[in-house]
Structure formats: structure tokens, C-alpha cells
């Protein structure tokens, strides 16, 4: 898996990128991300997009064997590296290299530790962020990208133009997948169920999604995910007398039937920039409750597509999800307008082409 083959994927006539100017434009791709993280993931989903929209990429990623092997399923060559520490002239070496042979006519960083290994070129260079960054790190930047107009208004407040700040959405897979098995997670097929998934980590506030889970009896949550919180969760969940209840699900790949199996997704977070998970539940049909943070308020509109509680407040959110689980023309109406959300804004052809017409405006 590393870089052999350049080759455009072959247009079709059928193909309504045909006709676009950004078909055949050279596009390095940089990731140094973890192992696990909806980043990562999204990262992935793009990179293949843009390869069958005909965007000739090369990618530089850290050596890790699933998304070396999804990249590779498209046809994305791919030049591993180890994107350390400050002192990394490993990498520096490799990304040098890369551009020399490859040509690029763009360079796309994601987040900051990549962005810090591209130098300056013949190419214009794209960062994409996908939360509040340090923005001194992307001086060197010619153009930034934010999934939600909050982060273009954050590069605006830090001095960046508008006419090189720009707002994209994430999109996510909207094919429908059969339910995952509730009885292999000791789930009763009736009992009403809430899922929630993300990293381990304080500001997903998984504790605060765990307390309300006491006011909720009868109910069970899924918790699909990792991270360095785990083992403070599992305790919180022993201590709360949960454990009956909540059941930890490891780090799920593919999360679609985990939404089909459940009756309400639950976003807890106290700092959220997006919430991918919201599109993720939209596409498969569940209605969100979520915290007010950052991306959650972007996304959802409050009764239409979604319910919002105020952030860190249990009771609220146990209330809320109390409700969701009980009033099924208002779970209707929430799948309904989610659904509608998705498929004017978030869907992968309305991404995909701000993508193509901003690589052909930035190299005018």
C-alpha cells in the first residue's frame, strides 16, 4: 500500500462531475491522526469521495493498517509516516519528497500536526479544521476550511480574510443497515434504548449522560467508544448501580447498526465543534437529543430536527430523552426533520462539489 499508481479514475458520461473543472486536479492529502477518532473517519469517507469524483490524490498518513487499507480500497496511494514529536525530520523528509514527485496543485492538511509538516511550495495549501485550533499554527496557510460557519467566524475574529476562510460540512453515509443484535449486548428487544458514541473523554461529558441515565429506569444506553476516560466511566456506571443498565461497546468501525438498534441518540458534550454522530443518526433514522454546545446548535433546530437541553444539566437531559422515548409523533417528527436536514445540506454530492469548486477557485 504505498505509492504506485497516479492514475484520474475514468469519467463516465453518466457522471455529472464530468463536466467539472476540478476533475484531473492533483491533491496531496495529509492526516496524522489517532488510531480511533470521528475525525479519522471522516477523513477517510472524504478522500474516497473526492477519488471517485475524479480528484487525483496521493495520501501521507500515519502507518495504521485500517485506514491504510480503506484508502487503498479506492485506489488513494499511500506513503506512511510517522508525524512525531517537533523534531521529527523523518517525516519533513517524506512530505518533501512526496510533493517533488508527486507535483501537487494543492496540499490539504488536516488539524494541526499535519499542517505543521507542509512547507511552503508550488501549490496552494488547504488546512481543514475541524475545531477551535490554535490558529498561529496555519499562518502559513493559504485558505482554511471549517465544518461549521462558528469555525469560519473564529478564523475571521483571528484575522483570516473571508475570501479565505470557508465553511463545508461533513457528509455521512446514508444507506440504510439492518439493526444491530440486542441481545448480544444483553439488551431486552423491547426496552427502550438511547446510544451514544464518541472518544472517552471529558468533553464528550459521558459522566453527565450517565447521571441522567439514574433518572431514567428501565432504560438502557449503549455506549460505543474508547478513549483515556474508560476506566473512570465503567467506575461512574458501578457507582451510579448502573451496571445492569449501561452496557460499554468497545470502538465501533461502523456504527450504522448500532443507530438502527437503538431509539434515541444522546449527545451529551460540554465542547462539540460538529457532532458528526447528529448526521449519523439523521441518516439512519433516530432522533437526537443533544447539549447545546457548538455543533449541535448549528445543526439542529429545536422540535424540528432535533431536541437541545442546556450543557452539563442531567436532569434536563434525562428529561428530554424521557420525553423523545415516549411521545412518538414528536420521535416522528424529529426523524422527519433530521432527515430533510441531511439530505439539502449534509449529503454527500452537496459536499463533495464545495470541495471540487473550491479546489478550481483557489487555483485561479
Request: glycine share 8%; net charge positive; hydrophobic share 45%.
Amino acid at each position: 500500500m504505498t505509492a504506485t499508481n497516479n492514475a484520474a479514475p475514468v469519467s463516465s458520461p453518466k457522471n455529472p462531475a464530468a463536466k467539472n473543472p476540478a476533475i484531473g486536479i492533483r491533491v496531496l492529502q495529509m492526516m496524522a491522526g489517532a488510531e480511533q477518532g470521528g475525525a479519522e473517519l471522516y477523513f477517510a469517507r472524504l478522500c474516497a469521495a473526492l477519488q471517485r469524483a475524479g480528484i487525483i490524490q496521493l495520501a501521507i498518513i500515519r502507518p495504521q493498517p485500517e485506514r491504510m487499507t480503506s484508502l487503498d480500497a479506492v485506489g488513494i496511494p499511500i506513503i506512511p509516516a510517522p508525524f512525531g514529536g517537533w523534531f521529527d525530520f523523518t517525516t519533513r523528509r517524506i512530505v518533501k519528497r512526496a510533493i517533488a514527485s508527486f507535483k501537487p496543485q494543492i496540499v490539504m492538511s488536516y488539524m494541526t500536526r499535519a499542517t505543521r509538516y507542509v512547507p511552503r511550495g508550488k501549490f496552494v495549501h488547504i488546512a481543514r479544521l475541524g475545531g477551535y485550533y490554535d490558529l498561529r499554527h496555519y499562518r502559513h496557510c493559504d485558505h482554511l476550511v471549517g465544518n461549521t460557519p462558528d469555525l469560519v467566524e473564529y478564523f475571521l475574529r483571528g484575522g483570516w480574510l473571508r475570501e479565505r476562510a470557508h465553511f463545508i460540512p461533513n457528509f455521512v453515509d446514508t444507506r440504510r443497515v439492518a439493526a444491530a443484535d440486542r441481545a448480544r449486548y444483553a439488551t431486552p428487544k423491547d426496552a427502550p434504548l438511547v446510544l451514544a458514541l464518541g472518544r472517552f473523554h471529558h468533553n464528550k461529558a459521558f459522566d453527565v449522560l450517565l447521571e441522567a441515565m439514574v433518572r431514567l429506569p428501565g432504560i438502557f444506553l449503549w455506549l460505543a467508544g474508547d478513549g483515556p476516560g474508560r476506566a473512570s466511566l465503567e467506575a461512574e456506571t458501578q457507582r451510579l448501580e448502573l451496571l445492569d443498565r449501561v452496557r460499554f461497546l468497545g470502538w465501533q468501525k461502523d456504527p450504522g447498526p448500532f443507530f438502527a438498534a437503538a431509539n434515541v441518540l444522546a449527545v451529551p458534550s460540554r465542547h462539540e465543534p460538529l457532532g458528526n454522530v447528529i448526521l449519523e443518526a439523521w441518516a439512519q433514522g433516530l432522533p437526537v437529543v443533544a447539549a447545546e454546545s457548538q455543533g449541535p446548535r448549528f445543526l439542529i433546530q429545536d422540535g424540528k430536527n432535533g431536541v437541545l437541553v442546556p450543557v452539563e444539566d442531567a436532569e434536563a437531559l434525562a428529561m428530554a430523552l424521557q420525553r423523545v422515548l415516549g411521545d412518538r409523533p414528536l420521535s416522528a417528527r424529529l426523524i422527519e426533520g433530521g432527515s430533510s436536514a441531511l439530505a439539502a445540506h449534509f449529503s454527500q454530492p452537496a459536499v463533495v462539489a464545495q470541495y471540487m469548486s473550491l479546489f478550481s477557485r483557489v487555483l485561479d
